[in-house]
DNA sequence: CCGGGCTTCT
DNA sequence: AGAAGCC
């Protein structure tokens, strides 16, 4: 007995750094607008491609051929994350249990095959309601969505948005579709419509029974559009039929997992053995490359084939793909980052310096990672740096997360010979305590970091255990923190005992931490106290950060504080929630903000959700390919300003 | 295969 | 710790 289908939803902010940009500033509604990063254009509003800026990406070119374009500098992500974020969690509080994966920035899948499967348990056998059905949601513990229950369809309907294959309207019939990918796309569409409600940001969506051809069916209706997969994968043949019309005239590319690298493997393979493919490309972005489509592959070369070539198990699971087969489960996106990190590059100029002049530029990187640990892992972080109202100013404010390690990454060289990833070496050491002490500006922590334990890391790296040298040459820096703990960070308090990371030089007597741990069962009672190392001064756990200070105050039971220490942590994701949305509904509700990112009134997007009659789509953000002058290497336009700075380089 | 930022597999 | 994948 096979496993039930899935029912994958897949959602896709439109234009997201542009749409975030105009929710920041609503004069921008309606203009060409280009997003700036690094001397390159990353994005362009549709307004702006369709006066031709999206064919380039040089920011004078762009000026030349739309002099009206307005650019906006868009390299601190601060505000995409934060978008981002709340698009997320607003997500996954109306989906309850559902896993909810987030891809990037403005992507996400959610898994809502027992959502779906509850609805139709539930309205089964309920009489008729003229208002349609209800889709109830937020039940149970979700407790934070008080206002929210869920909301009417009509079951018998057409699909809502586009549907694969496309009706015919002749026979047009709900007969033969299922119920529940109908109910699925009611849901979606009312996501999206949500999204765009309480935040602001307009939606697409795929709808399908997994993440790869739910990702690809999303993309062919863009923005405001959705794209339902109506044939279940129960109907084995019908559905092979369709899909397999669907994904064979495409690169494969297009399949999520199916790299670059893999692909280039299977060409090189083809090649070299005279393989049967000659059909010469016609298309751009194909030149000077054998024409590979997903039938092409599926029809010349075999499962075994693949196994052999690209390792048994991606070989296998890469293989499906071609046959639509795709049983990547939806992921719990956890509601912090596994590592955060921030990276700079450097050209063959301002990557040549001194050991004094790496430090510089190492403490400059750890001054932003700093500052990027307070935005996103402090309570409230977020909203401050947003300009809004923060949290009370008598409010102690919060880690959520404790970073245990901080690894430093560098990139030597600029040999053109390199692959993007290679000659990347990293070192990785523990997180001083410190740096969640709040009360230590900000520069005096990343100078803390660099003594300890950076300038180690990066001695370790540069010298490799030989001799200083006079210059160092180097293309990229980055420093990341990792493994977020949940916790305070205790094994970092026995550290700290046993030697204070930045040298306050007064408390050099707190050496012999170690000798203070309790030989953990030595009796029975659970909540016995430690007794705090009889070397330490009471005076240093008071100058320890606030969390850690409580958790040593917790752990060793001290209690001679003059003000209580505060309870243990307590982390209420429900409570963030509504946090966060609290300001949007008043956002939503102004007049003047009641449009949409991309231009559009707000009410002329709504109708549009629930019709076909969507204004003209453009899509594919970013391929757009160009022959550098150069060196005629083919590029995307996004990324040619920087490959010029590869040239004047060398 | 350039950019910055993330995840996952080995 | 590094390679590779995705946006």
């Given at each position: 007995m096979e496993p039930e289908a899935r029912i994958v939803l897949a959602f896709d902010l439109d234009n997201m750094y542009v749409a975030c940009e105009r929710l920041r500033n609503p004069s921008l509604v309606g203009k060409p607008v280009g997003v700036q990063q690094k001397g390159l254009l990353a994005t362009a509003s549709y307004e702006a491609r369709a006066l031709g800026v999206d064919k380039l990406c040089s920011l004078w070119e762009a000026k030349k051929r739309c002099p009206s374009l307005i650019l906006v500098n868009g390299e601190d992500l601060t505000l995409y994350r934060y978008y981002s974020r709340r698009v997320f969690l607003l997500v996954r509080s109306v989906l309850g249990d559902c896993p909810v994966e987030k891809l990037g920035m403005d992507e996400l899948f959610c898994d809502v095959t027992n959502l779906v499967k509850e609805h139709l348990q539930e309205t089964r056998d309920i009489s008729p309601d003229p208002r349609g059905r209800w889709f109830a949601l937020?039940?149970?513990?979700?407790?934070?969505?008080?206002?929210y229950k869920g909301f009417w369809y009509n079951p018998s309907s057409e699909c809502p948005g586009h549907t694969i294959p496309q009706y015919d309207p002749t026979v047009s019939d709900n007969a033969t579709l299922p119920e529940s990918i109908l109910a699925a796309s009611h849901l979606a569409n009312h996501i999206r419509h949500l999204v765009l409600t309480q935040i602001g940001l307009g939606s697409s969506a795929g709808i399908a029974y997994d993440k790869t051809i739910a990702k690809l069916v999303g993309n062919m209706h863009k923005p405001h559009q959705q794209t339902t997969l109506v044939v279940s994968p129960t109907a084995s043949e019908e559905y092979s039929t369709v899909v397999q019309t669907l994904l064979d005239?495409?690169?494969?590319?297009?399949?999520?997992?199916?790299?670059s690298k893999a692909l280039h493997t299977l060409r090189d393979y083809i090649s070299t053995t005279k393989y049967p493919i000659t059909s010469p490309s016609t298309k751009e972005d194909d030149r000077d490359e054998l024409a590979l489509t997903v039938g092409l592959l599926r029809s010349k070369m075999t499962a075994a084939l693949f196994g052999s070539l690209l390792g048994a198990q991606n070989g296998q699971k890469i293989w499906d793909l071609l046959e639509g087969r795709d049983n990547e489960p939806v992921k719990m996106s956890p509601e912090f980052p596994l590592t955060i990190s921030v990276e700079d590059s450097f050209d063959q100029q301002r990557g040549t310096l001194d050991w004094s002049g790496v430090l510089t530029e190492i403490e400059t990187l750890a001054n932003s990672l700093l500052r990027r640990l307070e935005i996103e892992l402090v309570d409230g972080g977020e909203l401050e740096t947003l300009g809004r109202e923060a949290v009370k100013p008598d409010r102690r404010r919060k880690w959520q997360r404790y970073p245990s390690q901080i690894r430093l990454t560098i990139r030597g060289g600029h040999s053109r010979q390199i692959a993007y990833n290679a000659n990347r070496e990293s070192r990785s050491a523990p997180l001083p305590v410190p740096v969640f002490d709040l009360d230590i500006p900000r520069t005096e922590r990343a100078q803390g970091l660099i003594r300890q334990p950076l300038a180690g890391l990066a001695k370790q790296i540069l010298d490799k255990g030989g001799e200083p040298v006079e210059k160092y040459e180097f293309s990229i820096i980055n420093i990341a923190v990792t493994n977020l703990q949940t916790t305070t960070p205790t094994k970092a308090i026995n550290a700290f005992f046993a030697a204070s990371p930045w040298d306050k030089q007064e408390n050099k007597r707190i050496r012999h931490s170690h000798e203070a741990k309790e030989p953990a069962s030595s009796n029975g009672s659970k909540r016995r106290r430690r007794t705090l190392p009889p070397d330490i001064d009471i005076n240093m756990i008071k100058e320890l950060p606030a969390d850690i200070r409580d958790e040593v105050v917790r752990e060793y039971g001290i209690i001679e504080f003059e003000e209580p220490p505060s309870k243990i942590i307590k982390r209420d994701v429900t409570e963030h929630t509504l946090e966060l949305a609290d300001d949007v509904n008043q956002a939503s509700a102004t007049p003047e903000s009641n449009t949409v990112a991309d231009g559009k009134k707000l009410s002329s997007v709504l109708e549009s959700m629930s019709d076909d009659g969507c204004w003209t789509s453009d899509d594919d953000d970013k391929k757009a390919m160009t022959p550098c002058t150069l060196c005629g290497a083919v590029i995307f336009d996004w990324s040619m300003a920087a490959h010029m700075t590869y040239h004047s380089g060398s």
């Open positions: 937020a039940r149970a513990e979700s407790g934070a969505l008080t206002d005239p495409l690169n494969p590319h297009k399949l999520m997992g199916f790299g």
